[in-house]
């Protein structure tokens, strides 16, 4: 029977559920506001605007992403790739059930 301290022995379920993440986020969108002048994607974004990430484009961006392959998260430390992957967003307003959501969809597969 498999007990909860043997999914980190388990890397291949993890690549499987980063693989679920990526195709089919938690939120589809995530909002942020900018703290300072900044250009983001060549436009000018002032201090304070509320910028909003489409999630699931940002994961599914290059070609060849409607296949269900985990093989692509083999060897990756953690939950996040950069900013290319972020299923429960990012910085200091991302999801604080993360590490619980995580937890429990590893013991439920």
């Known amino acids: 029977m498999l ?3 043997d999914i980190e022995h388990l890397p291949y379920l ?4 980063m693989e679920i993440l990526r195709m089919y986020p ?3 969108l995530a909002f942020h506001s900018s703290s300072a002048d900044c250009k983001l994607g060549g436009y000018y974004v002032p201090k304070g ?3 909003i ?3 699931w484009a940002v994961h599914n961006y ?3 992403t409607e296949k269900f392959r985990p093989e692509r998260f083999e060897g990756m430390e953690g939950n996040r790739v950069g900013f290319k992957m ?3 967003g990012a910085g200091r307003r991302s999801c604080p059930g993360e590490g ?3 937890r429990v969809l590893g013991l439920t597969l």
């Open 3 to 5: 007990q909860e301290s």
């Open 14 to 17: 993890h690549c499987i559920i």
């Open 26 to 28: 938690t939120g589809p």
């Open 49 to 51: 605007t509320m910028v």
């Open 53 to 55: 990430a489409h999630l």
């Open 62 to 64: 290059p070609k060849e």
């Open 86 to 88: 972020m299923p429960f």
């Open 100 to 102: 619980l959501a995580v």
